[in-house]
């Protein structure tokens, strides 16, 4: 191959990978990525959740009402693995609902739809709704009990 050739895809690669950067509806999305799961559930209770990066232990939180647990990490695309996978648990009543949820994972979708630079998850007493952010909703997508690893 020409060493212009070569040059030539070199530059199309690049071109292509820094508008993806910018531009989700391309399909890519090559940058910092923001994973949010938010407490919203009706009944106001305590959300426990318990969250792993790959295999490394991010901790145990109790989440009150409205809050937040986040995670934010570069995604270099095939070069690295990255998967955000969750215990929660919550009184719902005499009852305690648990569920394990994937809520991210970079070699496969677990959404719906795809998400870019911000992985938006609401929890509430049915399940878990992930936000969409090209048509800008909200989209219910895993059930309580839930236990979805792939």
């Not at 508008?19 to 426990?48: C, D």
């Not at 995670?71 to 998967?83: E, P, Y």
């Amino acid at each position: 191959m020409s060493s212009s050739k070569f040059n030539f895809k070199i530059h199309v690669f690049f071109l292509v990978a820094s508008l993806a950067r910018f531009e989700p509806s391309l399909g890519l999305y090559l940058g910092q990525r923001h994973v949010n799961i938010a407490n919203k559930l009706e009944n106001h209770e305590t959300l426990m959740i318990h969250c792993w990066q790959n295999s490394d232990d991010m901790g145990k939180r109790y989440l009150k009402y409205d809050e937040e647990f986040q995670s934010a990490f570069i995604d270099l695309f095939t070069f690295q693995h990255v998967n955000i996978e969750c215990d929660m648990e919550f009184k719902d009543g005499d009852m305690t609902r648990r569920g394990h949820f994937l809520v991210y994972d970079s070699s496969h979708d677990v959404r719906t739809r795809e998400c870019y630079k911000w992985c938006n998850w609401s929890v509430g007493t049915y399940g878990l709704y992930a936000y969409d952010e090209v048509d800008h909703k909200w989209d219910y997508e895993i059930p309580w009990p839930s236990n979805n690893r792939f």
